[in-house]
Each structure stands twice: as C-alpha cells, then as structure tokens.
C-alpha cells in the first residue's frame, strides 16, 4: 500500500520568513496529493492541493510543487504570520473512485511573532 | 454551503459502554469517511459511506461500526469501549469519492474513562 513520510514533524521560523515541509510517497499511481492546515481545536482544512499533471500551484502565499519522477511533493509558505501556526497534513491518493487517500504524521509548524 | 458538521463535540464514556457519533456531509455529497486521530498513531482510516453503502474500511475491530442513511448523513458506533478508543473522530465527505477532495469535519473528542 501507499506510505507517506513527512518532514519535518515541527518546524519554527520567525514571522515573515518562509516555511517548507516536505512529503514522499510510494505508489506511483497516486495523482491527487491534498495538504490540510489543522488548527487547535478543529478539523484538519484543505488549504491547496495539486494533481500530477501539473509541477506547481500557487495561491497567495502558499504554492505547492510535484517531483513524480521522484515521488515527493512540498508545501511553501511566504511571509509566514503568527496565524499560519497549526499542524499541517500532507496526503496522497488516487483521484476518483474509492482509493483511501494516505496522510503524513503532522508537521507543527510555529511561527514566533 | 454549510460545512461538515458534527455531534456530539465532546463525549466522556467508561470503559465498556457503547458511543454513536453523528456526521451531517456537505450537501450534495454522496461519500462520508471516518478518521481516527491520535497524537500517536495521527490520521487513520475507519470506513467510507458511499450511498449507503460501506466502500472501504480500515485496519479497525468489528467493534467500530457504521451506517449512512439515505440523506447522505452518517452515523458510527463504538461498541465496549477502550482506553484506547480515546481520539479525536473526525469525518470528511467528498463528491463522489474518498479518493477526491475531502471536507472535514470538527470532529467528536471521545475520552474513556
């Protein structure tokens, strides 16, 4: 089945620098690959995702980019805000259908004011 | 739209008893997922509810169960509770399928006394 690593498991920067997190995957047919923002409290959010038929998607601040031929795939955050600080969750599925997509452990991500 | 929703937030059970927790999708989503979230073990996968119909179920015991009903609402039940039942549920719905893009829920906090 599809594993998904994800690195790091916390991550602290200093607002408005930048902030990467970085995820790998194992089975080639996965296509759909989601990152989740979650913060104290809540439910895990969608906040961008991408399809292999692209190599990059940028929205505002976040963009995410795809390596297939290396199966790993990252979130890049600009100019991060106290309020980007919460847990994100990379995962990797197979769009349509009923393939489970598989999500990442986490990575806490801190941004000091 | 409304989003996912729901209930109850918080649960307090003992060891043994038996829980249900509710899920209302997105409208217009026909699939409801069910996660378990631990700090140890984070996002795992229970079932999927596709009309009406379980689709997909996870590495659980048969003592987590559920239904959907024919408005697309979900329901899952924990029977003789355990310690280790203690998470966060969540529950996303999706379109069509898991494998698409997922809106999660709050989730239901059970702590098992």
């Known amino acids: 089945g599809e594993n998904v690593e994800q690195h790091p498991s916390t991550l602290s920067v200093q607002e408005g620098d930048s902030a990467v997190i970085k995820c790998t995957y194992s089975d080639s047919a996965s296509n759909y690959f989601p990152w989740y923002k979650q913060e104290l409290g809540k439910g895990p959010q969608l906040i961008i995702d991408?399809?292999?038929?692209?190599g990059e998607k940028k929205d505002q601040r976040i963009a995410v980019t795809l390596n297939k031929t290396a199966k790993h795939f990252s979130l890049h955050i600009t100019e991060t805000q106290p309020e980007d600080s919460a847990v994100y969750f990379c995962a990797a599925s197979v769009s349509g259908g009923s393939y489970i997509p598989t999500f990442g452990r986490g990575t806490s991500l801190i941004v000091h004011p | 739209k409304a989003g996912v929703t729901q209930t109850p937030r918080y649960l307090i059970k003992t060891r043994g008893q038996q829980v249900t927790l509710s899920c209302s999708p997105i409208s217009g989503h026909r699939s409801v997922s069910w996660y378990q979230q631990t700090p140890g073990q984070g996002l795992q996968f229970l079932f999927e509810?596709?009309?009406?119909?379980?689709?997909n179920k996870g590495n659980f015991p048969g003592r987590f169960s559920g239904r959907q009903f024919s408005n697309s609402r979900s329901e899952m039940n924990v029977s003789t509770l355990e310690l280790g039942d203690s998470a966060l549920y969540l529950c996303a719905s999706s379109p069509g399928g898991v494998g698409d893009t997922q809106y999660f829920g709050p989730g239901t906090r059970l702590t098992v006394l």
């Open positions: 509810y596709f009309s009406e119909t379980q689709r």
């Open positions: 991408i399809r292999s038929n692209v």
